[in-house]
């Protein structure tokens, strides 16, 4: 079964405190690969792409790598702005509309 | 441009009203979808579009109808409501060229 597996469900950093959220999935033959913020209250909010091993994107203080298994996304001296759900999804093999998406990590930054 | 619109922002039905959770892009975009959201699940696919007049089931499509008479409006119909359809619903747009997705802020139902 095509699935999309977050860790961890929470995490609290403080200001400065660099982490990494996990994204794994199962599913045959990835087309593609996305992280989404959202804000509480709010629709997710796209932030990165990435279609094949070894690729890597960058976007301020946040950086996606992805390997055949799973993904991370590198979160370096986090500011308490960068609170939010972080979202991973997985286009479903076969049907570039659908996306399969993960139940995400909640990041909270204290000062 | 303001994006994905979606109204209203709040509803409470009671079980059996029927009701329609209206979405609008003023982006031009051919593929719009609906989403639902329920907590400890990930969003879940319900309709999409990627076109008007084509529509397409998702993962979760059961109770609900979608029609896409033109480019920018893609409105869900609950036929008859159940408490299993409580839920936060997205919508969600994006032009044919680009795997972005464009949500609006959602749509907050609370069937009872």
């Known amino acids: 079964e095509d699935q999309v597996t977050q860790s961890p469900e929470a995490l609290r950093l403080q200001e400065g405190e660099s982490s990494s959220l996990n994204c794994s999935y199962t599913v045959s033959g990835l087309r593609g690969l996305f992280w989404y913020r959202q804000d509480p209250g709010k629709g997710p909010e796209f932030l990165f792409t990435l279609y094949s091993a070894g690729e890597e994107k960058e976007k301020e203080r946040l950086k996606a790598t992805l390997t055949k298994k799973e993904s991370f996304l590198h979160i370096t001296a986090p500011k308490p702005e960068d609170s939010a759900t972080y979202l991973c999804?997985?286009?479903?093999?076969?049907?570039?509309?659908?996306?399969?998406f993960g139940t995400g990590t909640r990041l909270q930054v204290f000062p | 441009n303001a994006g994905v619109t979606q109204t209203p922002k709040f509803q409470v039905l009671k079980t059996g009203q029927s009701m329609t959770l209206q979405c609008a892009q003023d982006m031009n975009h051919e593929y719009m979808s609906w989403y639902r959201q329920d907590p400890g699940m990930g969003l879940r696919l319900i309709h999409y579009?990627?076109?008007?007049?084509?529509?397409d089931q998702g993962e979760v499509p059961n109770g609900y109808n979608v029609s896409r008479s033109t480019t920018e409006d893609f409105p869900l119909r609950l036929l008859s409501a159940a408490p299993s359809q409580t839920s936060v619903y997205f919508c969600a747009s994006r032009s044919g060229g680009s795997e972005k997705l464009f949500f609006g802020s959602g749509t907050q139902l609370s069937v009872l």
């Open positions: 999804a997985v286009q479903a093999p076969g049907n570039t509309d659908k996306l399969i």
């Open positions: 579009s990627v076109g008007a007049g084509i529509t």
